[in-house]
Nanobody, 130 residues
Framework: QVQLVESGGGLVQPGGSLRLSCAFSGFTLDTYAIDWLRQAPGKEREGVSCITSTTGSNDNTYYPDSVKGRFTISRDNAKNTVYLQMNNLKPEDTAAYYC????????????????????WGQGTQVTVSS
């Protein structure tokens, strides 16, 4: 059974940091990639960390300009967990954050980024406010 469970959200002051976790089961990162997306009230869902391709032994990740340099994805295969480190948080980062899994094989070059997900987590709320 496939499961993705996010955790680590909460209330943080502007300039603060949070690390979100996405614990997954029922598949491996050999055949799936996990991205992070967010949705604020009244706004469209936005990908904040989405795999695009691989180059050699490195994977390439799309970060929108709104989070580039502040958000970083990392993976711990042994723990079946993907993380999103978020630094220098801003009020506009307030949203529900989701991890989602899509089919991906090493060497793939995706034509559609932040899309085509098979599985979703339930989300974790991040609120940035003083």
């Amino acid at each position: 059974q496939v499961q993705l469970v996010e955790s680590g959200g909460g209330l943080v002051q502007p300039g603060g940091s949070l690390r979100l976790s996405c614990a997954f089961s029922g598949f491996t990162l050999d055949t799936y990639a996990i991205d992070w997306l967010r949705q604020a009230p009244g706004k469209e869902r936005e990908g904040v960390s989405c795999i695009t391709s691989t180059t050699g032994s490195n994977d390439n990740t799309y970060y929108p300009d709104s989070v580039k340099g502040r958000f970083t994805i990392s993976r711990d295969n042994a723990k079946n967990t993907v993380y999103l480190q978020m630094n220098n948080l801003k009020p506009e980062d307030t949203a529900a954050y989701y991890c989602a899994a899509r089919p991906f094989l090493w060497g793939d070059q995706l034509s559609r980024v932040c899309d085509d997900y098979d599985y979703w987590g339930q989300g974790t709320q991040v609120t940035v406010s003083s």
